[in-house]
């Protein structure tokens, strides 16, 4: 439980920094789902560092982690953006509260997974140990 709130904590830096490129983007008069996906990226780059230093305690391995961390971030985009068109164009929903509504579901699905396979000491590929001849 700690650890998924040191998560969160973490990660709402992240979201902070998704939705504010969103919100700016979009009401510049970017379509959304573009400004979804500027948000996304930003907000992600920013939870990543953030999270393996703080959250997960991970220096190691870092372009290794940065790679399954964007992958577990391209699910959740995939998931945000499915949920973000339904909001907007099935209910009706504004777009600014619609990327609100989507981000917890978002957050619970990346920690789960994030946890399981980017920060799980046993799913990183260990460091070439030098020969001692």
């Not at 305690?57 to 964007?70: E, K, P």
């Amino acid at each position: 439980m700690q650890q998924f709130l040191l998560y969160c904590l973490c990660g709402g830096m992240g979201v902070s920094t998704d939705y504010a490129v969103y919100y700016l983007s979009y009401t510049a008069g970017m379509w959304y789902q573009g400004a979804n996906g500027l948000g996304y990226l930003a907000g992600t780059l920013m939870s990543f560092f953030l999270n393996r230093i703080f959250t997960f305690g991970m220096r190691d391995r870092t372009l290794q982690r940065l790679a399954m961390f964007l992958g577990v971030a391209a699910v959740g985009f995939g998931a945000s953006a499915l949920l973000l068109w339904a909001l907007v164009q099935f209910a009706g929903v504004d777009p600014r509260i619609a990327k609100l509504i989507t981000l917890p579901m978002v957050v619970v699905l990346q920690f789960t997974l994030n946890r399981r396979l980017t920060f799980n000491a046993k799913s990183a590929a260990p460091a070439a140990v030098p020969s001692q001849h």
